[in-house]
């Protein structure tokens, strides 16, 4: 059967479900919000990506079988000499109009493999410089090579999430005899990250060592001559890049001066990320919304206040529930009565990977004041996975830990460890407002305010990543405050916590007195969806980069 897709797209992740382990972050949530909406709309998409075996213990592997389909075709690999098999497993992604998109992974736990070639996709991301850019190759490299022996042979657009998949470019300068031209016609990039750490960079020692025969002579000239930057040789084989928010464009310009930048905004799959109560809601007041969720800017108009408020209250209600059965939440020895949650009490939600530019003590920078604006008006969710082995993230962790046990009998803290989809939508449906504080600019965009918005959260945000545009289009969805990168040794932090409690102290008098304006900021939250919405995104993709210009 010839396949039609006329567009690869490649990424490390992608988030579709809790028992896939394919994900770690961000960056999965997006590629399978994306891929969603390319279903819907039947988009002519494939995605390419790796599946993670994670242990050879009985019990503990990840079973493959129970959710994707092999293929009787491999493919290899070469990695110092050794020629490594590669599984190809399937998944069709069904969308609303009973069209699919197939999503190709691949996978090194061959039983022909020797152990240490089987474990190059053991683990998603991968510590040692040699695995990762095993995975590098494989995704790229291997990836072509199974759309290739897959009869995929309709693509005009290969498309890399991030430099993880660059090296597909080598395969295809290879596959046109060297013309790079050619190859640039057929590639496009989406950059996720401001953060220098977020660009991967491999010595050229290990990597001539490792995959030499898939290096071209004139890979410096891509790759820079230091060492091999996966984002260097994806934006240098690329006919466009782009980033993912209006002011994380003018970051990657001033980070990539030799190179020119499209922006599509990110958005969020509406249908994965709407509270059963508010979905009932949206279903009455918008027929057909999550086909066209561009109808939800008129929230305003169409939806009854007080019945946007009675919906998100019942989501709340099970959120709080939820909390107050799970005591290791608490970081206290006996809990008592008043440390469980309540319904009533003004609920803020924070869940950010553990790395030092989401500040996640930020809140807790002037104790005295926060005390006496929140003394039991507030209480605090801190969500994130934190590893045993992560001693920044158990350092950040002990430390919410101590402010916790400073304000117990007069703010409420929560703190979870483990955060997943499932997690994720029970405190995006139920918390009241939405904290983002990191350093500007190093948030690309963030998409977890959008999904508390569509839920009728409030944000509560530095002006940084798609907040900035969210702000804009809408000031009553939300509190705003700082965008200024400071100069070292200047204390920003105080800065920004200080503009924090600020917006903090209006937002809490709001929520307890001023509820008619409340309720109708919610409603505005809700309409910012009708635009940030992966329906959007994917339809500016096809137009800005996955469409060759002829």
């Given at each position: 059967m010839e396949k039609l897709?006329?567009?690869?797209?490649?990424?490390?992740?992608?988030?579709?479900?809790?028992?896939?382990?394919?994900?770690?972050?961000g960056l999965g949530i997006l590629?399978?919000?994306?891929?969603?909406?390319?279903?819907?709309?039947?988009?002519?998409?494939?995605?390419?990506?790796?599946?993670?075996?994670?242990?050879?213990?009985?019990?503990?592997?990840?079973?493959?079988?129970?959710?994707?389909?092999?293929?009787?075709?491999?493919?290899?690999?070469?990695?110092?000499?050794?020629?490594?098999?590669?599984?190809?497993?399937?998944?069709?992604?069904?969308?609303?109009?009973?069209?699919?998109?197939?999503?190709?992974?691949?996978?090194?736990?061959?039983?022909?493999?020797?152990?240490?070639?089987?474990d190059l996709t053991k683990y998603l991301y991968a510590a040692d410089r040699y695995t990762r850019l095993g995975q590098e190759l494989i995704l790229g490299i291997a990836g072509v090579r199974a759309l290739e022996i897959l009869g995929y042979n309709k693509l005009d657009t290969y498309h890399m999430n991030e430099g993880h998949s660059s090296l597909l470019t080598l395969e295809l300068l290879k596959k046109h005899n060297h013309d790079a031209k050619k190859v640039r016609d057929l590639c496009t990039f989406t950059t996720h990250t401001p953060v220098p750490a977020g660009h991967d960079h491999f010595e050229y020692k290990l990597a001539y060592s490792t995959i030499h025969k898939a290096l071209p002579l004139e890979i410096k000239e891509y790759a820079t001559y230091e060492d091999l930057s996966t984002t260097d040789l994806?934006?240098?084989?690329?006919?466009?890049?782009?980033?993912?928010?209006?002011?994380?464009?003018?970051?990657?310009?001033g980070m990539f001066p030799r190179h020119d930048f499209e922006n599509v905004t990110n958005g969020i799959y509406h249908p994965r990320w709407v509270g059963g109560e508010i979905k009932t809601l949206l279903d009455e007041a918008f027929a057909g919304w999550e086909e066209k969720p561009e109808l939800l800017k008129d929230t305003t108009e169409k939806i009854d206040s007080q019945a946007i408020v009675a919906a998100h209250k019942k989501q709340k209600h099970?959120?709080?529930?939820?909390?107050?059965?799970?005591?290791?939440?608490?970081?206290?020895?006996?809990?008592?009565?008043?440390?469980?949650?309540?319904?009533?009490?003004?609920?803020?939600?924070?869940?950010?990977?553990?790395?030092?530019?989401?500040?996640?003590?930020?809140?807790?920078?002037?104790m005295e004041r926060l005390r006496n604006m929140g003394y039991r008006k507030i209480q605090l969710i801190f969500a994130g996975n934190c590893h045993e082995g992560d001693s920044f993230c158990n350092q950040i962790k002990q430390e919410v830990e101590r402010y916790s046990h400073m304000l117990r009998g007069q703010i409420r803290v929560a703190i979870?460890?483990?955060?997943?989809?499932?997690?994720?939508?029970?405190?995006?449906?139920?918390?009241?407002?939405?904290?983002?504080?990191?350093?500007?600019?190093?948030?690309?965009?963030?998409?977890?305010?959008?999904?508390?918005?569509?839920?009728?959260?409030?944000?509560?945000?530095?002006?940084?990543?798609?907040?900035?545009?969210?702000?804009?289009?809408?000031?009553?969805?939300?509190?705003?405050?700082?965008?200024?990168?400071?100069?070292?040794?200047?204390?920003?932090?105080?800065?920004?916590?200080?503009?924090?409690?600020?917006?903090?102290?209006?937002?809490?008098?709001?929520?307890?007195?001023?509820?008619?304006?409340?309720?109708?900021?919610?409603?505005?939250?809700?309409?910012?969806?009708?635009?940030?919405?992966?329906?959007?995104?994917?339809?500016?993709?096809q137009e800005k980069i996955w469409t060759p210009k002829n």
């Open positions: 897709q006329t567009t690869a797209y490649f990424s490390m992740e992608i988030a579709l479900q809790d028992a896939i382990p394919n994900y770690a972050g590629a399978g919000d994306t891929l969603h909406s390319c279903a819907d709309l039947g988009s002519d998409v494939v995605g390419v990506s790796l599946i993670y075996h994670q242990s050879e213990e009985e019990g503990k592997m990840f079973n493959a079988e129970e959710f994707l389909t092999l293929h009787d075709e491999i493919v290899e690999v070469e990695i110092e000499g050794r020629n490594v098999k590669i599984m190809l497993w399937e998944l069709a992604l069904k969308g609303r109009s009973e069209k699919s998109i197939p999503i190709i992974f691949l996978s090194s736990n061959h039983p022909d493999n020797k152990k240490w070639d089987r994806a934006l240098n084989l690329s006919r466009v890049s782009n980033s993912v928010s209006a002011k994380h464009r003018e970051v990657c310009e099970e959120l709080v529930d939820w909390l107050n059965s799970r005591k290791e939440l608490f970081p206290f020895e006996k809990i008592e009565d008043d440390d469980s949650f309540g319904v009533k009490t003004l609920t803020i939600g924070f869940a950010r990977r553990y790395v030092p530019y989401k500040r996640h003590t930020l809140i807790f920078k002037d979870l460890t483990e955060y997943n989809i499932e997690v994720a939508k029970k405190l995006i449906t139920g918390c009241d407002v939405w904290l983002n504080n990191p350093i500007p600019p190093r948030e690309a965009s963030g998409t977890s305010g959008m999904k508390a918005a569509l839920n009728g959260g409030l944000n509560l945000s530095i002006l940084d990543g798609w907040w900035i545009e969210g702000y804009n289009m809408n000031k009553k969805a939300g509190w705003a405050f700082g965008n200024e990168a400071f100069s070292e040794g200047e204390d920003q932090d105080a800065h920004d916590s200080k503009a924090l409690l600020v917006q903090l102290e209006d937002l809490i008098d709001c929520y307890y007195n001023r509820t008619d304006e409340w309720a109708e900021r919610m409603k505005n939250a809700i309409s910012l969806v009708g635009h940030f919405n992966t329906h959007r995104l994917v339809n500016e993709y």
